[in-house]
């Protein structure tokens, strides 16, 4: 019998129920695992659900020597799972594109909207009895430069344009003709976009070649009055930068959705300085853009069908890292549940 562990607090009975019924042992342990944890968790487990914080590092999963799936709850598997070294030992990992686009697009226009009216600061400062009051502009009429194109940039793209008026410039590898002609977008270099946007959306996963894309050189070309939305990963911006850029009035605000240190810590304790900043330069939600009971739901089933579906026939759909079949010897031999 083939045994699959699955992390995280909030994975539903009923999920766990069908991989049940088609004959998995399933383990979910209820909290946060750390490395060692997760180590001996692994141990004699085919399958991983990773919808956790925890990490599979090479460490981990070096250790976990009967490992044949990790089905990550999400999109933006790189930061969590050693991709290369599952991918050499004949591990796959499938992933939940789609999912999610709605949810995380809707909390990016509700951060730009909060940034730009600074509608928690002015709520903060009422609670506490001070009515500021202050002018701050329409969105209307500005230009958003998305930097990745794809399904969440897209659907964040038609909500700033057709819901806001706001003009849409984008940065991304390949052209999209459709989202040009339906919007009349226009695609342009990082560094033209960096210097026309209003408002900057990253939409990217993190890779090495995006890790920290805009670091001090290119928040330098931004408008003094540019705001950033960030709620891909928060390694994308290099934040000593960015705190330099906001403590210095370099540009106007940012809002990240997630850190570059979760769980989140303490201000004293913050190595980037960015939580020590006020509402109306800086605000942030804990990683929650995809939590909503729609989304979870929809990644949860998809990730649930990817598990059944790889250990009936020894494949899925949604596998990132499909050279697994031919760089590990774990892919060899396997048997159907």
């Given at each position: 019998?083939?045994?699959?562990?699955?992390?995280?607090k909030?994975?539903?009975?009923?999920?766990?129920?069908?991989?049940?019924?088609?004959?998995?042992?399933?383990?979910?342990?209820?909290?946060?695992?750390?490395?060692?944890?997760?180590?001996?968790?692994?141990?004699?487990?085919?399958?991983?659900?990773?919808?956790?914080?925890?990490r599979?590092?090479?460490?981990?999963?070096?250790?976990?020597?009967?490992?044949?799936?990790?089905?990550?709850l999400?999109?933006?598997?790189?930061?969590?799972?050693?991709?290369?070294?599952a991918?050499?030992?004949?591990?796959?990992?499938?992933?939940?594109?789609?999912?999610?686009?709605?949810?995380v697009a809707?909390?990016?226009?509700g951060?730009?909207?909060?940034?730009?009216?600074?509608?928690?600061?002015?709520?903060?400062e009422?609670k506490?009895?001070?009515?500021?009051?202050?002018k701050?502009t329409?969105?209307?009429?500005?230009?958003?430069?998305i930097?990745?194109?794809?399904?969440?940039?897209?659907?964040?793209?038609?909500?700033?344009?057709?819901?806001?008026?706001?003009?849409?410039?984008?940065?991304?590898?390949?052209?999209?003709?459709?989202?040009?002609?339906?919007?009349h977008?226009?695609?342009?270099?990082?560094?033209?976009?960096?210097?026309?946007?209003?408002?900057?959306s990253?939409?990217?996963?993190?890779?090495?070649?995006?890790?920290?894309?805009?670091?001090?050189?290119?928040?330098?070309l931004?408008?003094?009055?540019?705001?950033?939305?960030?709620?891909?990963?928060?390694?994308l911006?290099d934040?000593?930068?960015?705190?330099?850029?906001?403590?210095?009035?370099?540009?106007?605000?940012a809002?990240?959705?997630?850190?570059?240190?979760?769980?989140?810590?303490?201000?004293?304790?913050?190595?980037y300085?960015l939580?020590?900043?006020?509402?109306?330069?800086?605000?942030?939600?804990?990683?929650?853009?995809?939590?909503?009971e729609?989304?979870?739901?929809?990644?949860?089933?998809?990730?649930?069908?990817?598990?059944?579906s790889?250990?009936?026939?020894?494949?899925d759909?949604?596998?990132?890292?499909?050279?697994?079949?031919?760089?590990?010897?774990?892919?060899?031999?396997?048997?159907?549940v």
């Amino acid at each position: 019998m083939k045994s699959v562990l699955v992390t995280g607090k909030d994975i539903e009975d009923r999920y766990l129920d069908e991989l049940r019924a088609v004959g998995l042992q399933v383990t979910n342990p209820k909290d946060h695992l750390q490395e060692a944890e997760l180590i001996e968790a692994l141990r004699g487990k085919q399958g991983y659900l990773l919808a956790g914080l925890e990490r599979a590092t090479e460490s981990v999963i070096r250790a976990a020597s009967d490992l044949e799936l990790i089905a990550f709850l999400g999109v933006g598997y790189q930061s969590f799972v050693a991709y290369e070294v599952a991918t050499e030992l004949g591990i796959a990992i499938t992933n939940t594109p789609g999912a999610m686009v709605t949810s995380v697009a809707e909390i990016t226009v509700g951060h730009l909207i909060g940034l730009r009216r600074r509608i928690t600061f002015l709520s903060n400062e009422a609670k506490r009895g001070h009515g500021v009051e202050q002018k701050s502009t329409d969105l209307a009429g500005q230009t958003v430069g998305i930097i990745g194109m794809g399904a969440i940039g897209s659907r964040v793209a038609r909500m700033l344009s057709q819901g806001l008026g706001m003009r849409v410039i984008y940065a991304s590898r390949t052209a999209k003709p459709g989202i040009e002609s339906e919007l009349h977008a226009r695609q342009v270099s990082l560094d033209e976009l960096l210097r026309s946007a209003d408002v900057v959306s990253l939409h990217v996963p993190v890779t090495p070649e995006t890790t920290a894309l805009l670091g001090k050189r290119e928040l330098g070309l931004l408008k003094p009055s540019a705001l950033i939305v960030n709620t891909a990963r928060a390694e994308l911006i290099d934040g000593h930068a960015l705190y330099s850029a906001l403590s210095e009035g370099q540009i106007a605000g940012a809002a990240f959705d997630g850190y570059y240190v979760e769980p989140l810590p303490q201000p004293k304790d913050d190595p980037y300085r960015l939580l020590s900043l006020g509402d109306e330069r800086f605000l942030i939600t804990p990683h929650i853009a995809s939590l909503t009971e729609d989304s979870w739901n929809r990644m949860t089933e998809m990730a649930i069908g990817s598990i059944k579906s790889f250990f009936a026939t020894g494949d899925d759909a949604h596998v990132v890292n499909p050279a697994y079949q031919t760089r590990g010897r774990r892919a060899v031999g396997r048997t159907r549940v």
